[in-house]
């Protein structure tokens, strides 16, 4: 219910973020001499913005990776590097920070915990395994359960939203009782299959309404957030474009661009196709996730009946997708492959996010889920086609792909029935070579 959710985000690549990083932590107006770790320390007692970004920039790349050594994804190392924030900031508050044990060891500590008891939980039932390993579990970190309640109270920050603006701040202050809509909206919002909180109910859960009472928490979680979607976005933490002071490099850059507009402009005619172009000439995903399923499934007669949870769950994600809003679009479908109930729509919700990977240019990930999918007869010749393109669109990163892609697309000839498709593919394999 929770985990599945809160782990949606699809992420810049890795290295991206480490450059970016370096720019914005030039743009923090301050010294590395006025990050001690008591100063550190209090500054997340008192949620001080200046020591987010410094933990932020100094801290996140190695707390990601952290977590891809226990065995997470990038995507869980962003997930779990927030949760790992906001307990540090809570046993900060508390003074229950270990004093022999350097700041970025207990992020550390914290993530990878936080990522070992959601990845052994019950995924049918969201029930953590309340069981630690005390044998390498240091004695100052949170229970399991404590952990997960972290975990709850982030799901419930992030539902909140998809509610208005001003349903947001009656929530945060306090005035539950005085506002019923803004309740009642959220008590829907969180109601979920095989959640303790059943859909026509009206109150608050308690970890929901634990969650309101963490303002200062919820303010680090929606800073961290805010700048996380700056950085996709090639952005500095406050939103503005990153402009250099250098007036020299600037104007030679300038001249250096016309030279190069001018070399361009002299091959364009002779230069083959760029792995950008190609993809860009090849990759025609679906206008509409829920009808491209409809039509693979109309003449499927040993179709499995799904669940109505199934097709609620597909229905608003397709209707995010059609609005572009491709990282909203990734929780109904993560919901699906959290739950056990609803395992014959999981090839569905796994390709789905696969041609949404691909459109927010994360080819890796689009192989992680194409490569997953089970049901060959629905999506058997589609499966070898993206993941065709997926490798052209990692050749954008990188040349050595190219030769990848290049039997990535030999290997979809051999194995399609479609002439229109084949005549495509074969343009696609001459302009790779």
Known sequence: ????????????????????????????????????????????????????????????????????????????????????????????????????VPLKEVFTHLAQSHYLAWSKRNVATDQVDT?????????????????????KHIFVWKTMGKLSSGCQISLMQQQVEDDTTCKTELVQALATPGSELPESDTKLPEYAIEALLRKEDFLI???????????????????????????????????????????????????????????????????????????????????????????QLLA????????????????????ILNNDELESCRSDAMFALGIISLKTNDPGEALQFLSKIDNIEVYGEDLYWYQALAFVQMAKRSASYRVVAQRAMERFLENTRNETRRKQGENMLKELK
């Open 1 to 100: 219910m929770f985990s599945g959710v809160i782990c949606s985000n699809a992420r810049l690549p890795i290295f991206f973020i480490s450059l970016h990083l370096q720019k914005n932590y030039k743009l923090v107006n301050i010294t590395d001499s006025s990050f001690t770790e008591t100063n550190l320390i209090k500054g997340l007692s008192e949620s001080d913005t200046n020591t987010i970004q410094f933990i932020y920039t100094q801290y996140k790349l190695d707390i990601i990776k952290s977590v891809q050594t226990a065995g997470g994804t990038i995507a869980d190392g962003n997930v779990f590097f927030q949760t790992a924030l906001i307990d540090a900031a809570q046993l900060s508050r508390q003074h229950r920070l270990p004093e022999d």
């Open 131 to 151: 069981e630690q390993d005390t044998s390498t579990t240091p004695s100052w970190i949170p229970s399991n359960t404590a952990l997960s309640q972290t975990r």
């Open 221 to 311: 979680w929606k800073t961290v957030r805010r700048y996380d979607d700056n950085i996709d976005r090639g952005l500095t933490f406050d939103g503005n474009e990153i402009k250099s002071d250098n007036t020299i490099a600037k104007y030679a850059f300038i001249t250096l661009m016309m030279i190069t507009l001018a070399y361009v402009g002299f091959t364009m005619y002779n230069r083959p196709k760029s792995t950008e172009e190609i993809f860009k000439q090849n990759f025609e995903p679906p206008q509409s996730l829920l009808d491209d399923m409809n039509r693979r499934y109309e003449n499927d007669t040993a179709a499995t009946i799904r669940p109505e949870r199934c097709s």
């Open 316 to 335: 608003q994600a397709d209707a995010f997708y059609a609005e572009k809003n491709y990282a909203a679009a990734q929780d109904p479908l993560y919901e």
